[in-house]
């Protein structure tokens, strides 16, 4: 595979990363241009079939790229994904905790059931992943959790309001993580994604007119997953020393 030559390339070079939600979208191109810029991915989703033809994508192109079938849900599979890390390639860098689902109701729905699926994948999720990562960072004396949030923590609108609070949650166990953490070994990250187009909208579960009408405005506004990828690469190849701690990326045209 060749190197990329972008700026900081050469810091990504020899990394080694995990990423959860890796089987499309926002996961996949991630794991694609790391994997490009010399990292070693190692790929977690529950599609394992998607994820075979990841890995194979990468290895074909002279990449390092191991998967394995992973539900966030479940803390037993994040830290099979970071023991894979380390036993395949020695180490674990970096968790790319992408994995995410979204429900789109009024509160007054009563929406139980997915609001607890939200808060189960988009919330536990990430505790899992933390919770399965942090030791290993602690024993290498570096580590570095990128975590995917939402503009929609940002800019709080009707239908959305579990969805926020969920990915909010998230904002906030970073900053505080972020915050216990100042003895230089753990950085964090959140990136907080505007419209994309990902397969994101195809697992909400909503009314059929209103699913149609998210998918205009994907079509209309979003923006590639690759663009995620970059900013993603951007907080990872900086010096250690240097933390990224927020990026938001939307497209020019969303309100």
């Known amino acids: 595979m060749k190197q990329s030559t972008a700026p900081g390339g050469a810091r990504i070079a020899g990394k080694v990363v995990a990423i959860t939600g890796a089987s499309s979208g926002i996961g996949e191109a991630t794991a694609l ?4 810029r010399g990292a070693s991915v190692v790929l ?3 599609r394992t079939d998607r994820l075979d033809d990841v890995v194979g994508r990468i290895r074909a192109d002279g990449g390092r790229a191991v998967s394995r079938a992973v539900d966030v849900t479940r803390r037993a599979d994040l830290e099979g994904l970071v023991g894979q890390a380390v036993e395949e390639f020695g180490r674990l860098d970096v968790l790319v905790g992408n994995a995410g689902i979204s429900r789109l109701s009024p509160v007054a729905d009563l929406d139980v059931d997915g609001w607890q699926a939200m808060i189960d994948v988009n919330l536990n999720g990430v505790l899992n992943g933390i919770a399965a990562a942090l030791p290993v960072f602690r024993r290498q004396g570096a ?3 990128v975590t995917t949030v939402s503009t929609s923590g940002l800019k709080i609108v009707p239908t959305q309001a579990l969805y926020a609070a969920t990915k909010n949650a998230v904002r906030t166990l970073l900053e505080g993580l972020r915050q ?3 003895d230089g070994v753990l950085r964090t990250t959140a ?6 187009r990902t397969e994101l909208v195809d697992s909400m579960d909503m009314l059929p007119e209103v699913r149609d009408e998210v998918r205009r405005t994907m079509a209309e506004l979003g923006i590639d997953p ?3 990828a970059r900013a993603i690469a951007f907080a990872v190849e900086q010096p250690h020393d ?4 927020e ?3 939307r497209p020019t045209r969303q309100g």
């Open 33 to 36: 241009l790391l994997a490009e």
């Open 44 to 46: 977690g989703a529950r």
């Open 143 to 145: 580590g570095h959790l």
């Open 180 to 182: 216990e953490s100042t």
């Open 191 to 196: 990136v907080s994604p505007g419209y994309v």
């Open 226 to 228: 690759a663009a995620v």
């Open 242 to 245: 240097v933390e990224i701690g």
């Open 247 to 249: 990026i938001v990326v």
